[in-house]
């Protein structure tokens, strides 16, 4: 399960890095809290940020119930993709939000993979 | 701790599913990212996806420490009560927003009973 | 893990608290859903209990895999000042905006010593 706690941590320290992100935007284009609006590049890392905050309410749950259903080693691997995806969601939506779509599934996949693996495994041992 | 799983990677889904909804109006009625505003049927609905969300950050959490503290056969019942709740919520706000009280109520209601109960028997254990 | 338990519930409760005080500022103010916008100090309860949404996505899982891979009574120590912290952080966002520095300090520094000390720990365990 170290693994997992990993992938986890550095799941969540990307998050913080984004909203760290979001609020030098705030200050790079004097968009003062609480309005959320006001200029296209912040708004770009707002959204990247918002959005990667509801892919962690659904990846961090699915990533630890198929760690402990399924199988900790793919759980962890699955959870680099999300990584690796996340930054290239960021990366694209900051430059052309339409071009968010590759990061995008490449985040929401591992989630969808796990939860789906998880659930037929927890089915299957009712049988 | 199956049904636990079951019933959490259910609501999961539904959150997916509400997110899925959110991008098919940005499509429907042209609310192009990173704009959340436009058109009211794409307004309810994010509001609807976002709501859930903050619902799930209270109701996973609460849902697995009452599992381990109290009783896991009693958790995924509410859970179940959470995701009808959710389902009434969304029919209720996308139709008028004014009439989503009862659809709240029957989630919000899962989770605070979960807290509150898990607290007691926490606490007791110290006794 | 009972100490743990219990300030996760604590932190939840907040984050209700803070939620039904978005709600009660909506009829205050006449902000009908789904408007997020609309009074100042509508707004400022909201961007709070957002804010306070994203910390608490980071904060719980942090502090669970802190508390299993490095001391759980550290843990609801860190997890008693994330809670304080956050109700200095509302009382002063609802003030002014500008000083809400303090208060998002003390719930931001625990989740990131909690995420450091731990992918320290879980990387040494490899070694």
Redesign the interface.
Known sequence: M?AV??V???A??Q??LF?IQVGSMRGKHGV???A?TGH?EF??M??V?QNT??Q???F???LW?FA??VNPFWGAAMGLVFIVGRFLYRAS?VKD??S?GIGFTLTFLP??VM?VW??VD??L??V
Chains 1, 2, 3 share one sequence.
């Open positions: 170290q706690a990993i986890t941590i550095l969540l320290a998050f913080i909203s003062k809290a609480p959320v296209p708004e770009r707002f959204r940020q905050m509801e962690l309410v659904a961090v749950p699915a119930i402990y259903l939506y939000p339409d968010r989630t969808a939860l998880a659930l927890a089915l041992s009712f």
